[in-house]
């Protein structure tokens, strides 16, 4: 006969797992509330349908604000408002390109804590919100101090999804389909770096260059209706709403790890800004990638401000419109992207089948085939233009942005994927830094090229760029031979890696990875 407290307690263990499993959760052996296996709930489990709609709104949305008032249509549009606002052409290019990223650069650091904290859905909904208003701002009020505060909030507001697209991406796909839709991601965001040059081209060929703000407005406004119909994807915000819900049907004891526990103000200073400084500021790996990812994505900036003058300029005369064109010649060269991903599956394949660990530098095959591809691009662009070449055909220099494209977007994706493996529960603070200075190494590019290329000539100027890519091609060298023992000295790859492989069992046994 059982005990009468043993017979109530097993009635409301009974009781407690129905409610629980109600809403697809789970006592686990440690007491804490966690999603079931087959969770229809958790992101991952979605439908089709569902996760194609809230990626392709997402997706973008970070591809348009990238394409549209980011510095590579600010250039241009330097050029036509500067007149107009009485101002110098160092100070025009200040105003619409630098102040751009510099918004981007400081959005791009304290965005990646907030969003851990708040989830995915109300970031972008923010953020479209304020990008859509200032832009509007830009192109309303006839004073110069509205696009000095436009431009930098806009940038500031355009960090939103460039940071976290990615946790999106990672909450609703398991690793084998993450790989490619990251591939896509970041092959869309270096399109619409080249592509906003002609967009801007376009439209003040036909328009006033405000209009190049009111339809970046309309087209976010948009995105910003369409986001309402966005789930969240953060699966904790999910699951502690699920929580409230049970404790609101009076179910008591609902304890469950919530990893966006809002620290102190403290210690998010510390978390969204000197961390990420003191990676940057002591790890020789954090410190390569960055320098050779900044100056590599610098790159297109650089020729917003001097791809334009090489083919206006004698024998080659195209206008201002038609110019920009040659920005299309990259996008051959970032679809090149997807090849290198093959190798990566087939080392990584290789990995598995001898049950050995995967390293991180057996993912940078990308970086192999990018650095060299960048210094050759550059140095065959630089010798096949005016005014050292008054003979040879445009094609020939437009057929070496092909390599340069590949090589911008490679470099781009294989580094912070890199990074990523390094540094895994610090990634986020190393790719906060990365994309700190990334930014205002591109805000500065426009300058650079400004005052390099009328000095010492395009065909010189471009053998300085190719020079320092040149140094970037002892990169992969480094990587594979010291890479390892440089993660085995450093502190934060250690202990990053011993808490992953402490951790990486129990993420499986749910389900999660």
């Known amino acids: 006969m059982l005990c009468p407290k043993l017979f109530f307690f097993e009635i409301e263990e009974t009781i407690d797992t129905y409610h629980l499993a109600k809403h697809s959760l789970q006592r686990g052996a440690d007491g804490l509330i966690t999603w079931q296996r087959s969770h229809k709930d958790h992101p991952r489990n979605w439908s089709t349908a569902r996760k194609v709609f809230d990626t392709s709104i997402i997706i973008f949305l970070e591809f348009f604000v990238q394409v549209t008032v980011v510095s590579t249509t600010g250039a241009s549009v330097a050029h036509h408002a500067r007149e107009e606002y009485r101002l110098d052409k160092v ?124 339809i970046s407005a309309t087209v976010t406004g948009c995105c910003f209706l369409a986001l309402l119909f966005v789930r969240e994807s953060r699966p904790s915000r999910i699951l502690k709403k699920k929580i409230a819900a049970l404790e609101a049907e009076g179910m008591e004891n609902l304890e469950w790890f919530n990893p966006d526990h809002s620290p102190d103000f403290r210690s998010l200073v510390r978390l969204a800004v000197f961390q990420p400084l003191k990676l940057l500021g002591t790890e020789p790996i954090v410190m390569m990638v960055t320098t050779i990812s900044a100056v590599s994505w610098g790159i297109i900036y650089l020729f917003t401000e001097c791809l334009p003058e090489v083919f206006m300029s ?37 990995r598995l089948a001898k049950g050995e660990r995967i390293e991180p530098e057996d993912k940078i095959m990308g970086l192999v085939l990018a650095a060299p591809a960048l210094a050759v691009g550059l140095f065959w ?133």
């Open 91 to 214: 100070s025009s290019i200040l105003a619409f390109t630098f102040m751009y990223n510099l918004g981007q650069a400081f959005g791009g650091l304290l965005t990646p804590a907030l969003s851990e904290l708040i989830g995915r859905r109300t970031p972008y909904l923010v953020s479209s919100a304020v990008f859509t208003v200032f832009c509007l701002l830009v192109g309303v009020f006839p004073w110069a101090i509205a696009v000095w505060v436009g431009r930098f909030v806009t940038g500031f507001a355009s960090a939103v999804p460039a940071v976290v697209t990615a946790g999106s991406i990672e909450d609703m796909f398991d690793g084998r389909q993450r790989v490619w839709l990251i591939v896509v991601w970041n092959a869309g965001s270096t399109a619409g770096l080249c592509l906003g040059p002609i967009y801007g081209a376009y439209i003040m060929s036909v328009l006033n260059w405000r209009w190049v703000f009111y």
């Open 314 to 350: 004698f024998p080659i005369r195209f206008d201002f419109t038609t110019s920009s064109l040659a920005f299309l010649a990259f996008l051959p060269g970032i679809s090149l992207s997807f090849l290198p991903r093959l190798w990566d599956s087939r080392i990584v394949h290789a």
């Open 381 to 513: 662009f630089s010798w096949t233009i005016p005014p050292a070449n008054q003979v040879v055909h445009w094609l020939v220099p437009t057929s070496a942005l092909i390599l340069i494209g590949f090589a911008v977007n490679e470099m781009a994706y294989t580094l912070s994927a890199y990074l990523t493996d390094a540094y895994l529960i610090y990634a986020a603070s190393a790719f906060c830094g990365l994309a700190f200075i990334r930014a205002l190494v591109s805000g500065l590019m426009p300058f650079v090229a400004q005052q390099m290329y009328p000095s010492l000539g395009a065909n010189y100027a471009g053998t300085v760029v190719g020079g320092f890519a040149a140094i970037f091609c002892l990169a992969p060298w480094v990587s594979l031979r010291y890479g390892k023992v440089l993660r085995e000295k450093s502190p934060f790859a250690r202990h990053s890696l011993e808490s992953h492989l402490k951790c990486q069992g129990s993420e499986q046994s749910i389900g999660i990875l």
